[in-house]
């Protein structure tokens, strides 16, 4: 007889198969590697009893929109690597500092100088991926494209923050038409800046694509996921939620 455990590990592994079956699909549409491409399960509402499920599975490494509840469940679940990938504010930069394995979102010169602050207190690096908002949303954060070559220059100086590339999110629709174009600039802006880019700093990462339309990102370059629903089911409130924009502020 099964334990609900157990159901829900077998469901949770059902959902990640058909997952990677459809990342593999795009990758061969594209003449790609299926390694070539990260699968990072956002677990932001996700409980920790989902999470072991697909800790169960192969994944060690979840995204998480909110500090505190990141941080909660590193507590619980200390053996996993968090990943920040919503916006952050300055006074939660010394806990992102203490556990985080990555940030996602930077945009900002002073997230970039309290992140450094106290990732040098704390004897760590982070990984970072600078945040764009390709898709020109003036209440979405992120870098508009032609400002980030001046700020990937103006992050030499701190040595903890390593530099690995780019992330965006684009529009919010269910039309490929209108969401390809955001991640063909984010990989076009990525090409531009490899020819300039500091001593020490990468930009191999592209991390882009969601439940709704990862398909279209892999097939347009990205090199990192970030899934959720697809893995663990509809969340209890709307996207805007764990997406605030910079109205909220």
């Not at 505190?68 to 920040?84: C, M, S, T, Y």
């Amino acid at each position: 007889m099964q334990t609900p455990n157990h159901e829900l590990e077998l469901a949770i592994q059902s959902r990640l198969h058909a997952v990677e079956a459809r990342i593999a699909a795009a990758c061969k549409r594209t003449g790609r590697s299926p390694e070539s491409v990260r699968l990072l399960p956002v677990s932001k509402t996700v409980t920790p009893a989902k999470i072991r499920a697909a800790h169960a599975a192969g994944y060690r490494s979840f995204g998480e929109n909110k500090v505190q509840e990141a941080f909660e469940k590193h507590q619980a679940l200390p053996d996993l690597d968090w990943v920040i990938i919503g916006h952050l504010q300055t006074n939660k930069a010394k806990q992102v500092a203490r556990f985080a394995s990555e940030f996602q979102a930077l945009d900002s010169l002073r997230v970039a100088e309290a992140l450094e602050r106290r990732l040098q207190i704390e004897g760590r690096g982070l990984d970072v991926l600078v945040q764009v908002n390709t898709s020109n949303e003036r209440s979405k954060f992120g870098l508009v494209p032609a400002y980030v070559a001046d700020f990937v220059q103006a992050l030499r100086p701190y040595s903890a923050l390593r530099v690995q590339g780019l992330m965006t999110l684009a529009l919010f629709s269910a039309d490929s038409a209108q969401v390809r174009p955001c991640f063909a600039a984010l990989r076009t802006l990525r090409d531009q800046l490899l020819d300039h880019l500091p001593p020490g700093m990468s930009m191999h990462e592209l991390s882009m694509g969601m439940s709704g339309d990862f398909e279209t990102a892999i097939e347009e370059g990205a090199t990192t996921v970030r899934v959720g629903q697809a893995i663990f089911g509809a969340r209890p409130l709307p996207d805007s939620y764990y997406w605030p924009t910079q109205g909220d502020e």
